[in-house]
């Protein structure tokens, strides 16, 4: 089947985003924006058909089968239960929501319309990603024990910028964090405990944070991150007969190593080749449509809301707060 797809916001991501789809084939056929003018602009730019001034309109248009939500975090859960509320499947941009309440809704919700729903982890579905889980089911490294990885940008310091602003889920957490947190998931499954320590600003946002997951059987994962300084950006998933190392970037096309126990280059892969790489994470969410089951996956719905449990549970223990925990605990009291 051709999947007609929407998309909901007009920034950055989503201009990527579509670049990057457009050129597979992907079929874009309508833009909603909260101003005709942007999702005019936006539509031209992309050869898009339609324009329309609100996200209640696009999301009304029967023209649409699924609907890509670009809007910043503190917008996903009311842009996608609007989606789902019109029968569109919807495709959500990380971080999926803002707090792991937020996300039963979202994916409830979808259960209830009988549509597919997703978080765009567009990791989880490059080719070097389904490769790396291979490796590990067929015994490559032995069990796995340890994964660690960084992300860490020099991003805007500007106060008024998303990123700085606890009101449109800001800090480090939501926007890069989520990437190693998401990443040790997928290796060795839902944590059984956090222990988390970092950095806030002024606004009470987190600038940095590192995070110890124990998962099953006393498998651990140490991730850090931080929006004003770089790092390398590596990770490394350690077994007890090997281990894989990924460079920088490595939650982008990389180049990346399969060692023994001794630490000797057994097998080298190079991944670059690929562009952004986010059609995979469409083409993988077309075929969860078609097949009518909206579940499981590289990216199950359920994972999402196990991800972003473990992330309100960090930033809990780190100190922040934003207006939507609230909703998920009003002994927390409002954020001020």
């Given amino acids: 089947m051709t999947v007609r797809w929407g998309v909901i916001g007009t920034g950055g991501i989503a201009h990527s985003f579509v670049t990057d789809c457009s050129a597979t084939g992907i079929e ?3 833009v909603g924006s909260r101003t005709r003018e942007s999702a005019e602009a936006f539509a031209t730019e992309h050869g898009i058909a339609r324009a329309h001034g609100s996200y209640a309109d696009l999301v009304a248009d029967d023209g649409v089968d699924a609907v890509y939500v670009a809007t910043p975090h503190s917008r996903h859960a009311e842009d996608a239960l609007l989606a789902i ?31 597919a729903v997703m978080e765009a ?28 990885a960084t992300h860490h940008q020099a991003l805007s310091t500007d ?12 800090g480090a957490i939501l926007d890069l964090g989520v990437y190693p947190i998401s990443f040790a998931v997928d ?13 806030l600003s002024d606004q009470g946002v987190d600038t940095q ?8 059987g006393g498998t651990q994962s140490v991730v850090h991150f931080g929006l004003d300084l770089r790092s390398p950006n590596t990770a490394s998933i350690i077994g007890e007969d090997g281990r894989i190392d990924l460079d920088a970037t490595w939650y982008t096309p990389t180049t990346w190593r399969l060692r ?3 630490g000797v280059v057994v097998e080298e892969f190079d991944s670059r080749e690929e562009r952004t790489g986010y059609a995979h994470e469409v083409r993988a969410f077309e075929a969860m449509i078609a097949s009518g089951t909206h579940e499981g996956g590289a990216m199950d719905p359920e994972e999402t809301v196990a991800v972003m449990a473990v992330m309100d549970e ?23």
Avoid at 187 to 199: D, E, S
């Fill in 187 to 199: 290796v060795l499954g839902t944590p059984t405990a956090v222990a988390a320590a970092g950095t």
């Fill in 121 to 148: 982890m567009w990791t989880r579905f490059l080719p070097q990603s389904v490769m790396i889980r291979e490796l590990i089911a067929e015994g490559r490294i032995g069990r796995p024990r340890v994964v660690e």
């Fill in 28 to 30: 874009f056929v309508a």
């Fill in 314 to 336: 960090a930033r809990r223990q780190v100190g922040v707060r934003y207006a939507a925990d609230q909703d998920q605990d009003p002994a927390r009291g409002p954020v001020d």
């Fill in 209 to 216: 944070m590192g995070i110890l997951l124990t998962h099953e």
């Fill in 85 to 115: 509320a019109a029968g569109k499947h919807v495709l959500v941009e990380k971080a999926f929501t803002i707090t792991a309440a937020e996300a039963r809704r979202v994916v409830d919700a979808a259960r209830r319309a009988d549509v």
């Fill in 159 to 170: 106060p008024q910028h998303r990123l700085n602003d606890p009101a449109l889920g800001g």
């Fill in 260 to 262: 023994d126990r001794d």
